[in-house]
């Protein structure tokens, strides 16, 4: 099962001196279960062993966005990707029709964007209404501009959870960050 939090992995909203590394094991520290690795511009060979290395981490769950890696628990696919032969996936999805379509392929969940207005992707939207995160046939994370203020009412609006990005990569305390959101999602 999907936890109610997630985060996406982008090395380039960390503070400069930051590593990846150190903040995803820092946010694991605080209580965070699974993580997605985006990072797709990395040489495949280093993206492999950033894979293996977040892998080690006690307790973490992860998962490896859009490209299979046998170190990875599972992969998470973007909206239009061919579902793979093997292990759970997951998909990126941008409406509820999108969701359910995910769900007859065997998504084991998804991500429905966006949520909110994202300093990430600005532009991106508009949000989704709060009615398109209820009733889905697979655990469905809000995943767009989520942080502190909001993910409650994601859940409250039927997602399963959320899943953060740059409330936590652009943060001064990713792990205090992700404290703050285990508080508020009940964790």
Known sequence: MIPRLVLLTDRSQLSLG????????????????????????VDPVARRALVAELAAIDGLTVISSRIPDEAADGTHLAADQVVP????????????????????????????????TSASKPGHGPPLPATAFAAHPVPVLALA?????????AVEAG???????????????????VEALLRVLRC
Do not use: F
């Open 18 to 41: 930051r590593g990846l590394l150190r903040t995803v094991r820092e946010c694991a520290g605080a209580g965070l279960t699974a993580v997605v690795v985006r990072e797709h511009d």
């Open 85 to 116: 032969s093997d292990g759970p996936w997951g998909r990126s999805c941008h409406s509820a029709a999108a969701v359910a379509r995910a769900a007859e392929q065997g998504a084991s969940w998804a991500t429905l964007s966006p949520y909110a």
């Open 145 to 153: 501009g989520v942080d502190v203020r909001n993910a409650a009412a």
């Open 159 to 177: 997602a399963h959870g959320v899943a953060v990005m740059g409330a936590v990569m652009r943060a001064a305390d990713p792990a205090g960050v």
